[in-house]
């Protein structure tokens, strides 16, 4: 399984970045996948995600209301539309899939079996 992580760039705060990330090698329907984030100095964190059945999203609260997860499975592509961008959104962000994921572990990472190489999102103030 590959995932491959793009979108990222340099924003001004209260801007708007679309992150995608495309798998291949596994059926892409049947997966669970999200978004993390890492700050220099920092843990990476739950930001997003959306399950394979259903599609129900999930969010951590600072991104609430201001992020949406999304998912495209004729493309295999997962997308994070990120808007109203705050200069603590600034991370590497990486994309995450789990074919075997249950519910009390959408916010693990170590739940998340395949990752992406990640891409930069910084926002200046």
């Known amino acids: 399984v590959q995932l491959q992580a793009s979108g990222g760039g340099l924003v001004q705060a209260g801007g708007s970045l679309r992150l995608s990330c495309a798998a291949s090698?596994?059926?892409?329907?049947?997966?669970?996948l999200g978004w993390f984030r890492q700050a220099p100095g920092k843990d990476r964190e739950f930001v997003a995600a959306?399950?394979?059945?259903?599609?129900?999203?999930y969010y951590t609260d600072s991104v609430k209301g201001r992020f949406t997860i999304s998912r495209d499975n004729a493309r295999a592509t997962v997308y994070l539309q990120m808007n109203s961008l705050k200069p603590e959104d600034t991370a590497v962000y990486y994309c995450?899939?789990?074919?075997?994921?249950?519910?009390?572990?959408?916010?693990?990472?170590?739940?998340?079996?395949?990752w992406g190489q990640g891409t930069q999102v910084t926002v200046s103030s």
């Open positions: 995450a899939a789990s074919w075997t994921l249950i519910l009390s572990n959408i916010a693990n990472r170590d739940a998340y079996d395949y």
């Open positions: 090698g596994r059926t892409f329907s049947s997966a669970s």
């Open positions: 959306i399950r394979r059945s259903g599609g129900s999203t």
